[in-house]
């Protein structure tokens, strides 16, 4: 089956850690993106990948840092610049970028920060 | 300012009724427009893609877009208990292809 994977899906993060946050897809899509969500409010783009080794701040890149050295894997870091990092993470790709391209997610990733 | 505008609801719906879901966005070039459904915990799921004025159907769903009041909007017919969930609305920003969305309305079936 194709589809979006994202590990782990529990992540507990102590003060000053970095941590990496897994998304693997087998879709053969080109776009991928992370997205942040915090209860109550709109999913917010955190970075984004049109190809392989090419990637785009989103509007809340800061503290966080990514790579596209493959195709199909798009490991977002969360850095201990990132001041209030608990939230829902989403991994999400679509076949390119933008136009009519209906994005996918994966499970999730919800980090706390301890 | 690029923004989305849902009503948080919670919407309470009887089991059998219409839901009707409506959305507001700011981008008056925009040309994509989406419905997504979240159950509590998981991650979104796309339910409606809609990119021309009008209705568009599918099984139970039909979403609904007028881009000159800059409105887009999701019926439910025949709303089940399972229907039950936040449902999030995304317009595509063509200037730099981001999904700009809603905080999501709160959708309840009551049995």
């Known amino acids: 089956d194709g589809g979006i994977t994202q590990s782990p899906k529990y992540l507990f993060r102590k003060e000053g850690q970095n941590v990496t946050l897994s998304c693997e897809q087998n879709?053969?899509?080109?776009?991928m993106y992370w997205y942040r969500q915090d209860p109550g409010q709109g999913l917010r783009l955190i970075y984004y990948?049109?190809?392989?080794?090419?990637?785009q701040k989103g509007d809340i890149a800061e503290g966080y840092s990514v790579s596209r050295e493959k195709k199909e894997s798009f490991p977002l870091t969360v850095t201990s610049a990132q001041k209030n990092p608990t939230a829902f993470y989403l991994c999400?790709?679509?076949?390119?970028?933008?136009?009519?391209?209906?994005?996918?997610f994966g499970p999730g990733t919800r980090l706390t920060v301890l | 300012q690029k923004e989305v505008e849902q009503n948080s609801g919670p919407l309470s719906v009887p089991e059998g009724a219409i839901a009707s879901l409506n959305c507001t966005y700011s981008?008056?070039?925009?040309?994509?427009f989406f419905w997504y459904r979240q159950y509590s915990g998981k991650s979104p799921e796309l339910i409606m893609s809609?990119?021309s004025n009008g209705d568009k159907e599918d099984g139970r769903f039909t979403a609904q877009l007028n881009k000159a009041s800059q409105y887009v909007s999701l019926l439910i017919r025949d709303s089940q208990p399972s229907d039950s969930a936040t449902y999030l609305c995304?317009?595509?920003?063509?200037?730099?292809?981001?999904?700009?969305w809603g905080a999501g309305t709160k959708l309840i079936i009551k049995p």
């Open positions: 981008d008056r070039g925009s040309q994509s």
């Open positions: 809609i990119y």
């Open positions: 999400a790709s679509s076949p390119t970028l933008g136009g009519y391209n209906e994005q996918f």
């Open positions: 995304a317009f595509l920003m063509d200037s730099n292809y981001q999904l700009i």
């Open positions: 879709l053969n899509h080109d776009a």
């Open positions: 990948s049109q190809i392989v080794n090419d990637f």
